[in-house]
Each structure stands twice: as structure tokens, then as C-alpha cells.
């Protein structure tokens, strides 16, 4: 059983910053890929940044520059610093992990969300 769990949503205003954390726990060998995705009301899910075991990050489009995701493997842990926050940046933030649980077996888990809202 793993779980994840996701801290540091809330409410700021335009221009502002919030850092999410999202820890994972439980019986697994290790993990592979960490994501951050958001989903606003009446939109799809959407990958906003991702992060390798390697450290290789890739960003969607309209966070580059403002988005920065980070892992610490000590803690399970990974991290979205967010700078310059806007308000078409408001939505539910769900972190995913790739876990390792066997020998060649992988599994991905969901956090349960955080909530950013953003105002103008």
C-alpha cells in the first residue's frame, strides 16, 4: 500500500508564490518518474511538470519560466516551486508517482489534490 500526501495549496494573490510538497510512503522499491498535474473546474487534467530519477524535468508550455519541480529522494518527496503565479493557474494540484513494487513491476499513484486559487 503506498500513499501520497500533498501539502502547501491555498490562496494567493496575482504575482504571489506557493511551494507544494507531495510525500510518498509505504511498500514499494523505489521511485521512477514524480509529476505534478492540475485540473481546473470544466477542464481536462492536465501534466503541468515532471521530473525523471535522473533529475531531466520537462514543464507545459504556460508554466516555463514560473514552474520549478524538484525531488528529494531521501524524503520521497517531491516538490513544485511556483513563481509568478496567475490566475489561470487556479485548479486542483494532484501529484503522480512510478513506483517500483516487484522485480519488473511499476505502479502509479495519485495524490489526493491540493487546492491553489489564484486572485486578481
Known amino acids: 500500500q503506498v500513499q501520497l500526501v500533498e501539502s502547501g495549496g491555498g490562496l494567493v494573490q496575482a504575482g504571489g508564490s506557493l511551494r507544494l510538497s507531495c510525500a510518498a510512503s509505504g511498500s514499494f522499491f523505489s521511485i521512477n518518474n514524480m509529476s505534478w498535474y492540475r485540473q481546473a473546474p470544466g477542464k481536462q487534467r492536465e501534466l503541468v511538470a515532471a521530473?525523471?530519477?535522473?533529475?531531466?524535468?520537462n514543464y507545459a508550455d504556460s508554466v516555463k519560466g514560473r514552474f520549478t519541480i524538484s525531488r528529494d529522494n531521501a524524503k520521497n518527496t517531491v516538490y513544485l516551486q511556483m513563481n509568478s503565479l496567475e490566475p489561470e493557474d487556479t485548479a486542483v494540484y494532484y501529484c503522480?508517482?512510478?513506483?517500483?513494487?516487484?522485480?519488473?513491476?511499476?505502479?502509479?499513484?495519485w495524490g489526493q489534490g491540493t487546492q491553489v486559487t489564484v486572485s486578481s
Open positions: 521530473i525523471t530519477s535522473g533529475g531531466n524535468t
Open positions: 503522480n508517482v512510478r513506483l517500483r513494487v516487484g522485480a519488473i513491476k511499476y505502479e502509479y499513484s
